[in-house]
């Protein structure tokens, strides 16, 4: 659901951030924030509730090239963690062009990190979108405590489909970028086939 701004020859695309509750998602995208130039991005914006906040700002990639003659802009949010914000979740997910799901390596995480990818197909499929089909990439964060489970525990409960799975540990930026340049990409390519 790309918005294109003929004025100012760009692609708007927006990618959001979903998973637990202190997952990590926030950590990413101010990890992306503190690291792109000030002109090739706009303000970041926190919207606060009493024990969660939703995250955005856009940036211009310039190494992304163009599509058409068009430059790409990312609008990247995050989704409050917890099932309470519900409503709040489908709302961020309108218009959505690509998802990563951020998963919190900690083995008592698991069950929360299986209720958020079930609460993010439903929420999708309530929106008309398919999980199955959207640019979709999962990252196993946090992979720094010594409590977490394996990349093969987590894949196979998390991964079933087998999209592009990355390792990180956002405060300190590993799989960050490799995380967001994946689902950028995919989302690109769906951009030139015209979906």
């Known amino acids: 659901m790309s918005f294109i701004n003929y004025s100012?020859?760009?692609?708007?695309?927006?990618?959001?951030?979903?998973?637990?509750?202190?997952?990590?998602k926030t950590t990413?995208?101010?990890?992306?924030?503190?690291r792109t130039s000030p002109e090739a991005?706009?303000?970041?914006?926190?919207?606060?509730?009493?024990?969660?906040?939703?995250?955005?700002?856009d940036?211009?990639?310039?190494?992304?090239?163009?599509i058409r003659g068009f430059k790409t802009r990312f609008h990247l949010y995050t989704v409050p963690g917890q099932v309470f914000y519900d409503a709040s979740r489908k709302l961020?997910?309108?218009?959505?062009d690509g998802v990563v799901f951020v998963a919190d390596s900690q083995i008592e995480r698991m069950e929360a990190n299986l209720e958020s990818v079930e609460n993010l197909r439903i929420n999708l499929s309530e929106q008309g979108y398919d999980l199955n089909r959207i640019p979709y990439v999962v990252q196993y964060n946090k992979r720094d405590l010594p409590n977490v489970a394996t990349v093969d525990e987590l894949h196979r409960l998390l991964n079933p489909r087998k999209v592009p799975e990355f390792q990180a540990v956002a405060p300190t930026g590993v799989g960050v970028f490799d995380t967001l340049k994946q689902v950028a990409k995919l989302v690109l390519t769906e951009l030139k086939r015209g979906g």
């Open 8 to 24: 100012s020859r760009e692609i708007n695309c927006k990618i959001v951030y979903y998973g637990p509750g202190l997952c990590g």
């Open 28 to 34: 990413n995208l101010q990890y992306v924030y503190a």
């Open 41 to 57: 991005k706009g303000k970041m914006i926190s919207l606060a509730t009493e024990t969660e906040r939703t995250l955005f700002f």
């Open 59 to 66: 940036f211009l990639p310039l190494s992304l090239g163009e």
């Open 92 to 96: 961020i997910l309108k218009g959505v």
